[in-house]
């Protein structure tokens, strides 16, 4: 893989973890703050957002690993994997998605998918420079 490829994915991934996390501090923020409580729906949501996005850093390590070392070619699970992914970040925020998993979009949710819209973005050109390190 050539080496401006790892240095962009891993800018990406860097970008990607960074929109996480403050994602995260939003909605616990958010969460602490209130009384409500989350509905099953949107804790399945978040279930799967979160998920999607578990193997980040381990993208970034293997990433920064391949730039040290000049592996030329990514480990074919973690590939798959962040494919996987990625591309089921990307799908989980829109509306059909959700319907079809039997999830009720709350504001909460409509909300959540809108502010996690630069981060399927992101998502989806880690997607394309992983696709073509294939």
């Not at 990406?12 to 969460?31: D, G, I, M, P, W």
């Not at 699970?77 to 959700?98: D, K």
Request: hydrophobic share 40%; net charge neutral; charged share 30%.
């Amino acid at each position: 893989m050539e080496k401006e490829k790892i240095d962009e994915l891993i800018a990406l991934c860097l970008e990607a973890a960074h929109y996480q996390v403050c994602f995260s501090r939003n909605v616990f923020r958010y969460e602490t703050g209130n009384t409500a409580k989350f509905s099953k729906d949107e804790k399945r949501f978040l279930f799967i957002v979160f998920d999607a996005l578990h193997n980040l850093p381990e993208l970034t390590k293997h990433l920064l690993k391949a730039k040290e070392e000049k592996i030329g070619k990514l480990d074919d699970f973690l590939h798959r994997l962040a494919n996987m992914n990625m591309n089921t970040l990307q799908t989980i925020l829109t509306e059909s998605a959700q319907e079809s998993l039997n999830i009720k979009r709350t504001n909460k949710i409509e909300a959540w998918s809108h502010e996690l819209q630069n981060l399927a973005t992101i998502c989806k050109q880690i997607n394309i420079l992983l696709a073509d390190s294939a």
